[in-house]
């Protein structure tokens, strides 16, 4: 069992950065690929960013490539994305999520994320 505490989210003008982090407890956390992946007002949840379990892959969402950056601590059980750039249409509630069998073809994919966290609202001003 994995549970995830999102922090950082804010509000921001536009063009400036915020820095999110989930804190992770259980103990096999290092095993998990992580992503971020958020949802805006009568939108569907969407995927941002995510990363394999032991840091080496990385993947964006087209919209935040070059913007965003994704890291995790398996020592400190932490996962964090650094956002600059900010833009007003990444206001959303941004959601970190676990899984254990998330591969490269299916990272996108919310469902094959087994643990979330209550997220954190990011709103980005223009």
């Known amino acids: 069992q994995v549970r995830l505490v999102e922090s950082g989210g804010g509000v921001v003008q536009a063009g400036g950065s915020l820095r999110l982090s989930c804190a992770a407890s259980g103990p096999t956390f290092s095993r998990y690929g992580m992503g971020w992946f958020r949802q805006a007002p009568g939108k569907e949840r969407e995927f941002v960013a995510a990363?394999?379990?032991?840091?080496?892959?990385?993947y964006y969402a087209d919209s935040v490539k070059g913007r965003f950056t994704i890291s995790k601590d398996n020592v400190k059980n932490t996962v964090s994305m650094e956002m600059n750039s900010l833009k007003p249409e990444d206001t959303a509630v941004y959601y970190c999520?676990?899984?254990?069998?998330?591969?490269?073809?299916?990272?996108?994919?919310?469902?094959?994320?087994?643990?979330w966290g209550q997220g954190t609202q990011v709103t980005v001003s223009s």
């Open positions: 999520a676990a899984g254990d069998r998330v591969t490269s073809a299916d990272v996108t994919t919310a469902d094959e994320y087994d643990f």
């Open positions: 990363i394999s379990w032991r840091g080496g892959f990385k």
